[in-house]
């Protein structure tokens, strides 16, 4: 898990109880439950379009999990690899995205709508099918995917022959085990699967019902007091240094500014995604003091809950100045400092969200060097 606290719900060894309790997973033996989906290539896949492959494999995977996210590449290279043999791969992201917390979106730039895998595969040059079933989940349900990635292998006649794990570690240096890998030989050599089942980590699947416990978590977000304090020139040169040793985002904006309200709830969705790990929002409001109630209005129907500044004079220029010296012009104005202090993102005028967010992700601490270097690169 990520450093701090992860809010993603891990599944270490095996697949959880309740989970196959609640949602059992396909036997072994069964036949492939069909499906009929929508593809990030606008397409409509279905499990006859596969009749054809001597085996397939079906692996349940998603955008925001970062295990499912190390296992990107290898699913991109066990597709280039095995389709040469006939081998039809496919990748279902099954997760029912309005069953998702925000803070559960904090190893991700984006969530796990379609539009979103749209963007994923595009960022990281996938190119197997990857197709969307989270609107009722019922492709889901038959399977009984329990984590992602969750793999399914089907034999020719498409009789469930292996399940389980895509390999026994998230992290490439330590693989010793391909079992998937080891299924798909065997069915393509006509032999048994030797290992048939292998517990499967990562993120636990997220069914429609957990919706109740998304819109609980916004519920008690919205509870939350907003506040704004004035800042002066020596807070506003403390900001710069950035104390607190985290990744921090300083936004400057102004009520008056519509490209600085239009961007604001995107931010602010950011600072809830990343807010549970080593990372803070400090909004900055270039208005005026005597201002003060409307800005106070604004962070409000925002539910802005982040720590909200606003300029304590009406010398605007000195304030600035104070921040940053080279800073002439106007808002939105917005800086990212790393750990260590140093710019990781600087623009003026509206950020670019998704190039935000990766960068932050490149720079946030974790306990994997993996899930930095994940975002430091698009392949």
């Known amino acids: 898990m990520l450093k701090k606290v992860m809010p993603v719900v891990m599944l270490l060894a095996s697949a959880s109880l309740w989970g196959q309790q609640a949602h059992p997973i396909l036997a072994l033996g069964s036949p492939a439950p069909d499906f009929t989906l929508p593809g990030v290539d606008g397409k409509i896949h279905k499990l006859s379009d596969y009749a054809g492959s001597p085996v397939l494999a079906v692996i349940f995977t998603c955008n925001h999990c970062p295990i499912a996210q190390m296992y990107e590449q290898r699913i991109e290279k066990l597709y280039e690899d095995y389709s ?37 595969v595009q960022y990281k040059h996938l190119h197997y099918p990857y197709l969307y079933a989270g609107d009722t989940v019922s492709v889901t349900r038959a399977y009984g995917p329990q984590a992602t990635p969750h793999v399914f292998i089907f034999d020719k006649d498409r009789r469930l ?43 636990s699947t997220k069914w429609s019902e957990k919706s109740e416990q998304r819109e609980a978590a916004e519920r008690k977000l919205e509870a939350e007091p907003v506040t704004v304090e004035k800042v002066d020139a020596a807070g506003l040169k403390k900001l710069r240094v950035n104390p607190a040793g985290h990744v921090t985002l300083v936004n400057f904006w102004a009520t008056w500014c519509g490209s600085c309200v239009a961007e604001f709830a995107d931010l602010q969705d950011t600072y809830r995604m990343y807010s549970a790990r080593d990372f803070d929002l400090v909004t900055v409001s270039a208005n005026q003091p005597d201002e003060q109630p409307s800005v106070l209005r604004f962070l409000e129907k925002k539910h802005a809950t982040t720590r909200n500044l606003l300029f304590d004079s009406e010398d605007t220029a000195k304030l600035q100045a104070a921040f940053d010296p080279a800073w002439q012009s106007a808002v939105p104005y917005t800086v990212v400092y790393g750990p260590d202090g140093k710019v990781i993102y600087k623009t003026l005028g509206s950020v670019d969200l998704l190039e935000m967010r990766r960068k932050i992700l490149a720079a946030m601490p974790s306990d994997y060097i993996g899930f930095n270097k994940y975002w430091a690169s698009n392949n």
Not at 91 to 103: E, L, S, V
Not at 178 to 192: R, S, V
């Open 161 to 203: 022959r292996y399940e389980g794990h895509f390999d026994n570690s998230y992290r490439i240096e330590q693989v010793k085990t391909h079992d998937a890998q080891n299924a798909i030989d065997a069915l393509l050599a006509g032999k048994e699967v030797a290992v048939s089942h292998t517990g499967v980590f990562g993120c």
């Open 84 to 120: 040469k043999k006939g081998v039809a791969v496919v990748a279902i992201q099954g997760n029912d995205p309005k069953a998702i917390r925000i803070d559960e979106l904090d190893s991700s730039d984006v969530s796990d709508t379609l539009d979103d895998m749209k963007i994923r």
